[in-house]
Nanobody
């Protein structure tokens, strides 16, 4: 079994910063792409950022220039540094990873961590 465990969410004022972490553990033989998605109340889940094993990144338009995704391939961990946070960034943030377990890559999701931006 593979588990993704997120941490780092919380309440922050507009303009503030947070850093999310997501660690993968279990029967892992390799991890391909990793990423962060978010879902606000009443809205569909949307892409925040993704990163390949080689470090190529992709960002959603609403977070470009404010958020930075990175990963540690030894620790099987992906990070999301969020700066200049806005109230519209409020959502549950989920991490995702393509994990090689039993002969193929499968997508796994974390349980989600709440990020609230409010004064």
């Amino acid at each position: 079994q593979v588990q993704l465990v997120e941490s780092g969410g919380g309440l922050v004022q507009p303009g503030g910063s947070l850093r999310l972490s997501c660690a993968a553990s279990g029967s892992i033989f390799g991890i391909n792409g990793m990423g962060w998605y978010r879902q606000a109340p009443g809205k569909q889940r949307e892409l925040v950022a993704t990163i390949t094993r080689g470090g190529t990144t992709n960002y959603g338009n609403s977070v470009k220039g404010r958020f930075t995704i990175s990963r540690d391939n030894v620790l099987n961990t992906v990070y999301l540094q969020m700066n200049s946070l806005k109230p519209e960034d409020t959502a549950v943030y989920y991490c995702n990873a393509e994990v090689y377990t039993s002969g193929w890559y499968e997508p796994y999701w974390g349980q989600g961590t709440q990020v609230s931006v409010s004064s």
